[in-house]
Structures are given as C-alpha cells and as structure tokens.
C-alpha cells in the first residue's frame, strides 16, 4: 500500500513539474517575443530620426513628428 501511495505521489509530482514547465516556456517564449519587439522598435525610431526630410515628407510626417517617436522609450 506504501508503494502504491509514493507511485501516486510519484506521479501528481510530475504532473505539477510538467504544468510548471509548460509555463515556464510560455513565459520564456513571451519574454523573447517582447525583447524582439523592443529591438525593432528601436532600429525603427532610429531609422525613421536619420531620414531625410524628402522622405519624411513623403511618408507624411514632418520632422517634429519623426523627432517626437524616436525619443520615445522602447516600450512604448
């Protein structure tokens, strides 16, 4: 009967590990996703701060507004 008591155990064990590593890659996949969008929103605000006023202009932005987002923090 002990034996089959510590199996149990055993077992609702694994299952709680297995739940936790299902969040744990959820989380880690979640925080890299995030990380990859900070880093484009950065090479973009910089990108779009460096254009010219020609294509500023052409894209419909003025230099204030293209000043204005590239100052903002990454993550917004």
Not at 32 to 44: D, K, P, S
Not at 48 to 74: C, N, Q, V, W
Request: without cysteine.
């Amino acid at each position: 009967m002990e034996q089959l008591l510590a199996f149990s155990r055993s077992l609702d064990l694994q299952g709680h590990m297995h739940q936790l590593w299902q969040i744990l890659k959820k989380w880690v996949a979640f925080a890299f996703g995030q990380l990859a969008l900070y880093r484009a929103r950065v090479r973009q605000r910089r990108e779009l701060a460096e254009m010219s006023d020609r294509l500023l202009e052409d894209i419909g932005i003025s230099r204030a507004e293209a000043l204005g987002e590239a100052e903002k923090p990454f993550w917004r």
